[in-house]
């Protein structure tokens, strides 16, 4: 509960400008406005950034009962697919629905969904950074034997996007929609990130830009910080944005280069895709009281109990957390029956589970050379989301850490930007001077003091926590913030780029051996910290392109090869990770027959809107393929 | 109907003057009187310009617009929020007479929790003085009479000075949810609906 005031405050004006609509609020803002989407796994929100004032965040119409509809700060990130039978006319039904809608999204949907868990569609932005699904295909709800008509995650981004949207426009009629800024983890992938692109177009936003959520926060922050947050970082200091939000982790680095007054800022690193968070937390504490409920000869909760349990786990662990003070909170566990006195369980929550567990279990103190558990010991396992099998927060830490230390190892101008120094340490982890945090869990402050130590333990000297961050609204606030920086030119920007490297396949030309095929070599489309808006020719390089019968291509990605160029080839793909396969038939140029190969130069392109595309062209007939990266991995 | 109406008046008048120019029967003055101010009044009301004929509607293409909620739909609807969310019907319905209070305290955890949050999230409640209670204050002529309660013996004319008992409460906003779903038949939400677990 940060902030009480501010939030009031906001309220107020949240109240004058959306219960009331009347004609003057509806007229198009006379100020330039810049708009931020989160699309976040759990939670969606927007934000305006009018003329030069401080961003907002804007309250969004969603249906929030069976009974009524009203205005919240997040839109949960959650669709409900009823069955059609429970659909009648009297329905809940939005401002800008003619009808009852067949799906409900936002609060209802994740309340009524959460009893109806077979027909309840949430974390869909985990499925589509998922390499190894259908993500245009209906998938969703995943496993789901009840629901006929099921939505792809691409599906999903789309309709919550138009929710966001109908909201808005229905508060802020003749709003500007050019370039909206709209965040996507660090950690997503080329691929993911052209669906995100591709659902925010079938959504009605044309020409949305991208902003990693880690950067978002950190816009936020300087927007918050003003002027003052130069006396907070210096030049040479490498900044950690530490985000760990209900379902997801996600972590950049970014360095403070430059001299002292021209300060700039680039981001110099990314981590993996982490599903984990703080929802972990609460279903693992839920686990461990129910456990103890049973052994002391209560009978087995029912799935409604082990719900209303792990809602009432929730504050009861926020409650130990903020208040040193306390060392248990009674717990009460209603039953779904109207005799509620009668039926309510009684137990407790003690801070020694919130630190054996929630502390200890997610973030333990580890040697810097602890990784990750890979995978877990079960030799098959049913499908679903690769929720992370290891839930040491602290372990995910240490192997970005170490992560990011060879990145930077591989690529000269990042070692020099960030000072030989820095790398000198003989720790094999690349430690950061200074955190900032984000999402819900950092709200309290035990696990932010734990990250910090354990970072200042693998350093031996004391990191600092950058004062002034606001871990729930940080990122759509960030993107209205970017999106108003891109507009005016106003503000300090980070240097970001593309978040990793981006290779594809090629067959290398060998002799034939009989029963085994040539090599694949991998040859570097777009280094790591490649700019929007530029394009690179492979200069002085032919390629052979197989054209007029069906032919694969390869798609390869690092994360730790911040030092190769556009045009580099690497012998092998081991060191790669492959993020996408592509069957295409690509048409031969006139005159040449199906089945030839015919001579190609390769082109890649960063669009402005931070979309990689290879262009391959045939100079001869003029001729050009183009090939996206957010092709789906067969 | 209008003209039935008329036509009966009309027929009460002549059969009243015909009882009158032909005197076969025998009916007291009192009697016809009446009968005449009867028919009289039938026709006056006939006449009246009645109010505004409805003519039926042919059933509209599309899902007509829903009604207006009533006032009572609102109140109705809040009390389901708090059912949903405090389980206060529940509460407030069952016998409690016998319940041990360790049992009536764990529900009201569950009551206290659920209310807590629906206030929160649709009314900003703050105290109406600031002072701590006990404290004394003074309230001069022109004090906001509807925000403070004087107990005791009051003298007729402010200054009032007294001890702060209770700090008030005031809502600095509210923003409940806007009804929807009612209808002719339904004019207010259910509280809660009943519950059938499906089995698989």
């Not at chain 1, 306390?326 to 009460?332: E, G, K, Q, R, T």
């Not at chain 1, 690529?411 to 930007?417: G, N, V, Y």
């Not at chain 1, 913030?481 to 030119?489: D, I, K, Q, S």
Request: proline residues 8%.
């Amino acid at each position: 509960m940060a902030g009480p005031c501010t939030r009031r405050v906001a309220d107020i004006r949240v109240i004058l400008s959306t219960q009331l609509p009347s004609a003057a609020n509806n007229q198009p803002p006379a100020m330039s406005t810049h708009l931020g989407l989160d699309l976040g796994t759990s939670n969606c929100a927007i934000a305006i950034a009018t003329g030069t004032a401080p961003p907002e965040t804007l309250p969004v119409t969603q249906i929030l009962s069976a009974n009524g509809i009203g205005e919240k700060e997040l839109l949960p990130s959650a669709i409900y697919l009823p069955a059609p039978d429970e659909i009648s006319s009297d329905s809940p039904r939005l401002p800008w629905q003619e009808s009852p809608p067949a799906m409900f999204t936002g609060s209802f949907a994740r309340d009524r969904g959460e009893l109806q868990p077979d027909r309840l569609v949430v974390s869909a932005k985990s499925w589509l950074c998922h390499p190894h699904v259908d993500r245009r295909g209906p998938i969703l709800p995943w496993a789901s034997t009840s629901v006929e008509q099921k939505l792809s995650p691409l599906d999903v981004s789309r309709d919550l996007l138009l929710h966001l949207l109908s909201s808005l426009q229905s508060s802020h009629a003749g709003i500007n929609l050019q370039n909206a800024v709209l965040t996507v983890p660090a950690s997503f992938d080329e691929a993911a990130r052209g669906l995100t692109l591709e659902a925010a177009n079938s959504a009605g936003l044309s020409d949305v830009i991208l902003l990693e959520e880690p950067q978002a926060a950190f816009y936020a922050w300087l927007e918050n910080q003003g002027s003052d947050w130069r006396k907070q970082v210096q030049s040479g200091d490498l900044l950690l944005v530490c985000d760990v939000g209900g379902g997801t982790a996600d972590f950049s680095l970014i360095a403070v280069t430059g001299k002292s007054g021209t300060l700039s800022l680039e981001r110099v690193a990314v981590g993996e895709h982490l599903l984990l968070g703080g929802d972990n937390m609460d279903l693992a504490l839920a686990h461990d009281v129910s456990e103890s409920l049973s052994s002391s000869g209560t009978a087995p909760l029912d799935e409604w109990q082990f719900l209303a349990l792990i809602q009432a786990i929730r504050s009861a662990k926020e409650s130990l957390l903020s208040d040193p003070s306390l060392n248990d909170v009674p717990i009460a566990i209603p039953s779904r029956s109207r005799r509620l006195v009668a039926t309510t369980l009684s137990t407790t929550l003690t801070r020694e589970q919130v630190d054996r567990i929630a502390l200890d279990g997610f973030f333990p103190l580890v040697e810097p050379d602890e990784m990750p558990l890979h995978r877990r010991a079960g030799g098959l396992r049913e499908s679903g989301l690769p929720y992370a099998p290891d839930p040491a927060i602290s372990k995910h830490l240490a192997r970005f850490l170490f992560r990011a230390k060879a990145n930077i190892l591989s690529s000269p101008q990042l070692l020099e930007a960030i000072g030989a120094d820095k790398l000198s340490d003989p720790s094999s982890l690349l430690i950061p001077d200074a955190v900032l945090f984000n999402g819900g869990v950092f709200n309290a402050s035990p696990f932010r003091h734990r990250v910090l130590g354990q970072l200042g333990r693998w350093a031996g000297r004391t990191v600092r926590e950058l004062e002034g961050a606001r871990p729930d609204h940080a990122v759509a606030l960030g993107a209205a913030v970017y999106a108003r920086l891109r507009a005016t030119g106003h503000g300090v920007r980070i240097k970001s780029g593309t978040a990793r490297s981006y290779y594809i396949g090629m067959e290398s030309s060998a002799m034939a051996v009989p029963g085994r095929r040539p090599a694949t070599k991998a040859l570097c489309v777009a280094p790591q910290g490649m700019e929007e808006g530029t394009t690179h020719m492979i200069a002085g390089q032919e390629f052979l392109l197989y054209t007029g019968e069906p032919s694969e291509f390869r798609f390869f990605q690092s994360e730790v090869r911040a030092g190769d160029f556009v045009g580099q080839i690497l012998p092998d793909t081991s060191d790669l990770e492959e993020s996408a396969k592509l069957q295409v038939e690509i048409p031969s140029p006139s005159g040449h027959n199906s089945g030839e190969e015919v001579p190609v130069h390769l082109e890649s392109t960063i669009t402005e809107l931070g979309n990689l595309e290879l262009h391959l062209a045939h100079a001869p007939t003029g001729e050009r393929w183009k090939l996206a990266f957010n092709v789906r991995l067969q | 109907m209008k003209s039935t109406l008329i036509g009966s008046g009309i027929l009460l008048l002549g059969v009243n003057a015909a009882a009158i120019y032909l005197p076969t029967h025998e009916l007291t003055i009192g009697a016809q009187a009446t009968s005449a101010a009867l028919g009289l009044l039938i026709i006056f009301f006939g006449l009246r310009p009645g109010r505004r004929k409805v003519i039926a509607q042919p059933p509209a293409p599309t899902t007509p617009p829903p009604p207006p909620p009533r006032p009572e739909a609102e109140i109705v609807a809040f009390l389901a929020l708090l059912q949903e969310n405090a389980r206060l019907v529940d509460f407030s319905k069952e016998d409690i007479t016998a319940a041990p209070d360790a049992q009536l305290g764990a529900a009201a955890r569950v009551v206290h929790s659920g209310c807590r949050k629906v206030l929160a999230e649709y009314f900003d409640i703050t105290p109406i003085r600031t002072e701590p209670e006990g404290t004394t204050l003074t309230l001069d002529a022109g004090y906001d009479a509807a925000a403070h309660r004087l107990l005791g013996s009051v003298p007729t004319h402010a200054p009032y000075k007294g001890k702060l008992v209770h700090p008030g409460w005031i809502a600095r906003t509210v923003k409940l949810p806007r009804v929807t779903g009612t209808t002719e038949s339904r004019p207010w939400p259910v509280l809660a609906p009943a519950e059938l677990q499906i089995s698989a």
